[in-house]
C-alpha cells in the first residue's frame, strides 16, 4: 500500500510539472534554496535565543513559559499574534515588555519580511528568465 501511495505521489509530481505555475513555483524554489538555508539557520538561532531567554526569565512566573517546550509553543503563538501578553508584562514590568517587543521588531517585522524578499527576487529571476520554463508548459 506504501509503495502504490508512492509511486502515485511520483507520477503526479512529474504530471504537475506541465503545470506552468507549478513549475515556476518549483524553480523558485530551487533557486532560492541555498539562501532559504541560510535563512533558516539565522532565523531558527535568533528564534531559539529568545524563547532561551523567555524560558530563563520567565519559568517560574509563567505556566506558558515553565518548561521549554512551552517557550517553543507560546513564541510560536506569539510570532502568530496570538498570545496575550498581559501574563509576562505582570510577571515582570520591565524584561516583559521588552521581550514582546524586541520579539515583534526583529522576529515578526524583519525576519518574515526576509524571507518574503528571498522568495520574491528568486521569483521574478525565475519569471524574467524565459530559458528556465520549458516551452510545452501550459
Known amino acids: 500500500l506504501a509503495f502504490c501511495t508512492g509511486l502515485a505521489t511520483f507520477r503526479f509530481i512529474k504530471l504537475l510539472k506541465l503545470n ?7 524553480l523558485t524554489l530551487r533557486y ?6 541560510s535563512f533558516g539557520i539565522v532565523f531558527f538561532l535568533i528564534y531559539l535565543s ?8 520567565f519559568n517560574e ?7 521549554m517546550v512551552k517557550a517553543l509553543e507560546t513564541c510560536f ?4 499574534g ?3 501578553t498581559q501574563a509576562i508584562v505582570q510577571a515582570h514590568f520591565l524584561f ?6 524586541c520579539f515583534n521588531i526583529l522576529v515578526v517585522t524583519i525576519l518574515l519580511n526576509l524571507f518574503i524578499s528571498i522568495v520574491n527576487d528568486s521569483y521574478e529571476y525565475v519569471k524574467n528568465d ?3 520554463i520549458p516551452p510545452d508548459a501550459e
Open 96 to 101: 516583559g515588555p521588552l521581550l514582546y517587543i
Open 20 to 26: 506552468r505555475r507549478v513549475n515556476v513555483l518549483t
Open 61 to 67: 512566573s509563567t505556566i506558558a513559559l515553565s518548561t
Open 50 to 57: 529568545f524563547v532561551q531567554f523567555a524560558y530563563l526569565i
Open 82 to 84: 496570538k498570545f496575550e
Open 32 to 37: 532560492a534554496f541555498s539562501e532559504l538555508v
Open 130 to 132: 524565459d530559458d528556465l
Open 77 to 80: 503563538q506569539m510570532m502568530l
